[in-house]
């Protein structure tokens, strides 16, 4: 995925609300951005960090500025989850995901019950694979790891991935990592250790694990490879 415009260069002064962050601009001025992450953002919210920044054109928008990524030491961070599914879908698209190569079709929200949805469905010519997307900005010691505040939403996806392979679908949980500074990924069981217990049982029940790492730059956003992942003792 390449930015179709200019990003804007600035500072990171602080990020509040969840979805707010204060920037200083290259030319002294301070305007307030709209940061698109629900996480906390552990990890990658440093203040006086470099951010990177686009600027929608629409003139409703009450902040025309959107954080798309942030440098903490030598590499870039991408902290929009906005752009996370359409990035796995371009990267399926392009074949680079191992064995999701043939499909027919993706469909995207698709309603699993009543109060679940989940980020895609990939249909092959014969069956279908649901996979529901995280994206992971928190790395620890050169590890990516999910979540990054409790979840259980997150939760609650599993358990339907783990509900659907047990019924003969194919089911899989995609995490993208958006940063340079990882070679593996584990469940961070330190921050929710139900969600890893629950990362356990749906590998059990035949859920497959897709981690995917993409290389962030003011250029652009593309997946390059896959990594390895472990999972905690306590599973």
Same mark, same amino acid.
């Given at each position: 995925?390449?930015?179709?415009?200019?990003?804007?260069?600035?500072?990171?002064?602080?990020?509040?609300?969840?979805?707010?962050?204060?920037?200083?601009?290259?030319?002294?001025?301070?305007?307030?951005?709209?940061?698109?992450?629900?996480?906390?953002?552990?990890? /990658?919210?440093?203040?006086?960090?470099?951010?990177?920044?686009?600027?929608?054109?629409?003139?409703?928008?009450?902040?025309?500025?959107? &954080?798309?990524?942030?440098?903490?030491?030598?590499?870039? !961070?991408?902290?929009?989850?906005?752009?996370?599914?359409?990035?796995?879908? +371009?990267?399926?698209?392009?074949?680079?995901?191992?064995?999701?190569?043939?499909?027919? +079709?993706?469909?995207? +929200?698709?309603?699993?019950?009543?109060?679940?949805?989940?980020?895609?469905?990939?249909?092959?010519?014969? /069956?279908?694979?649901?996979?529901?997307?995280?994206? /992971?900005?928190?790395?620890?010691?050169? /590890?990516?790891?999910?979540?990054?505040?409790?979840?259980?939403?997150?939760?609650?996806? &599993?358990? +339907?991935?783990?509900?659907?392979?047990?019924?003969?679908?194919?089911?899989?949980?995609?995490?993208? !990592?958006?940063?340079?500074?990882?070679?593996?990924?584990?469940?961070?069981?330190?921050?929710?250790?139900?969600?890893?217990?629950?990362?356990?049982?749906?590998?059990?029940?035949?859920?497959? !694990? &897709?981690?995917?790492?993409?290389?962030?730059?003011?250029?652009?956003?593309?997946?390059?490879?896959?990594?390895?992942?472990?999972?905690?003792? &306590?599973?």
């Amino acid at each position: 995925m390449d930015f179709a415009n200019v990003l804007t260069n600035g500072t990171l002064i602080k990020r509040y609300r969840r979805f707010l962050a204060d920037i200083l601009l290259a030319d002294g001025s301070i305007i307030t951005a709209h940061c698109p992450n629900t996480g906390t953002m552990l990890s /990658c919210s440093t203040p006086d960090s470099p951010v990177c920044l686009s600027r929608s054109v629409n003139p409703k928008r009450k902040y025309p500025f959107t &954080l798309e990524m942030i440098r903490i030491g030598m590499t870039w !961070v991408g902290v929009n989850t906005g752009r996370t599914n359409a990035l796995v879908v +371009e990267a399926i698209e392009k074949g680079q995901i191992a064995g999701l190569g043939a499909f027919d +079709e993706i469909k995207k +929200e698709v309603k699993v019950t009543d109060h679940t949805r989940l980020d895609l469905q990939i249909m092959h010519k014969d /069956c279908s694979t649901y996979l529901e997307v995280k994206n /992971c900005s928190l790395a620890i010691d050169g /590890c990516a790891m999910f979540p990054d505040a409790v979840t259980i939403r997150g939760t609650r996806h &599993l358990q +339907e991935l783990t509900r659907l392979s047990r019924a003969g679908f194919g089911a899989g949980i995609f995490f993208l !990592v958006q940063r340079m500074d990882a070679d593996r990924f584990a469940p961070a069981a330190h921050i929710d250790p139900i969600y890893s217990k629950a990362l356990g049982e749906a590998i059990a029940a035949g859920v497959r !694990v &897709l981690v995917y790492q993409a290389r962030v730059s003011p250029t652009g956003i593309h997946v390059i490879r896959s990594l390895p992942y472990s999972l905690p003792s &306590l599973i």
